[in-house]
Structure formats: C-alpha cells, structure tokens
C-alpha cells in the first residue's frame, strides 16, 4: 500500500514517493494566449454572454450556478467576495477570471471546508476542469508546500492548486 511505501521510504531516511493526483498536457503558448489555459479561455467565452469581452457579477454567477447546481453555500456566498476581488471595476477580464475561477473550483469542491483539497477533491475538481477526462498531477509531499501533512493523509494547498490550474490544458 502507499502508507506502507511512505512508511518505508521515511524509515530510510528517503523522502516519500509522490502521490499522483491528476494528468495534464501541457499546452503551446500559442494555443494558450497569455499563459490561460484553453479551457479557461473557452469557458471565458461560453460565461461571456453578452459578448463584451468582460464577465458581470450577474453573467459569472449565473454561469457558475448552472454549472454546479449543488454548489455549497460556502463556496456561492464567496462569489461576490472573489468577483471584488479579482474584477477590474464592474467586469473580469480574462486574467481576472482565471483567477477567479480557480480560486472558486478550489472552495467548491473544499467539500468539507478546511481550506485545503485532499487528493479526491482535487482529483474532482480537476478532472471537472479537464471536461470530464480523468486526470493525473504528481503531488509531491511537502511540509507547508504543494502537499500539507495533516492526518498521514496528504493534502493540497491553494498555491499547489493554483499551479496544476494553471498547467492543464
């Protein structure tokens, strides 16, 4: 088992063997404008429905609820916060929203709200990011970094979040 191998490894003086938690395919800058992954650029693009290029509070949150209809309520009462946030006046632009909505797939899919994903939950909310497709990252264990030692179980930080976001396709 893997708390086995982490036990043995720890017994060796080794660092323990990463925990794989979701795959992703890096993408060329050209098909990714500004380092925005293409999913976050096409999901911009179907939440943008008036077609000015900028999200309202009204468009993003209409977006979200449609498409997590079991949201939390932790996580929607923290729509308006992180729209504040990360809006430029009264819209997000592409930037903005990336950074919005990686911090909302992170609270939504926080199921028992401690601030940190254990490995299926990122798993989920990844393998929601990716459109369905099952995913792998490799999440290397940490103290205080990409995965946080709590119960023996491993766990994954905002900032480790914020960067398998960033690197999915």
């Not at 977006?63 to 996580?75: G, K, N, Q, T, W």
Request: overall charge negative.
């Amino acid at each position: 088992s893997l708390a086995r191998l982490r036990r043995r490894h720890l017994a060796l003086g080794m660092a323990p063997p990463p925990v794989v938690v979701a795959t992703a395919e890096a993408v060329a800058p050209a098909a990714s404008p500004g380092g925005v992954p293409a999913r976050t650029a096409a999901l911009f693009r179907k939440y943008d429905a008036d077609g000015s290029g900028g999200l309202s509070f009204a468009e993003i949150e209409k977006a979200l609820c449609e498409d997590f209809p079991s949201m939390p309520a932790y996580a929607r009462e923290h729509l308006p916060v992180a729209f504040k946030q990360y809006a430029e006046g009264e819209t997000l632009s592409l930037p903005g929203f990336m950074k919005m909505h990686a911090a909302f797939l992170f609270r939504n899919f926080d199921v028992d709200a401690n601030g940190v994903l254990d490995l299926a939950e990122a798993e989920a909310a990844l393998t929601w990011f990716a459109n369905g497709s099952p995913t792998q990252i490799a999440v290397p264990p940490s103290p205080g970094g990409a995965a946080a030692e709590g119960s023996g179980e491993q766990q994954v930080s905002k900032r480790w979040f914020w960067e398998m976001y960033k690197a999915m396709m």
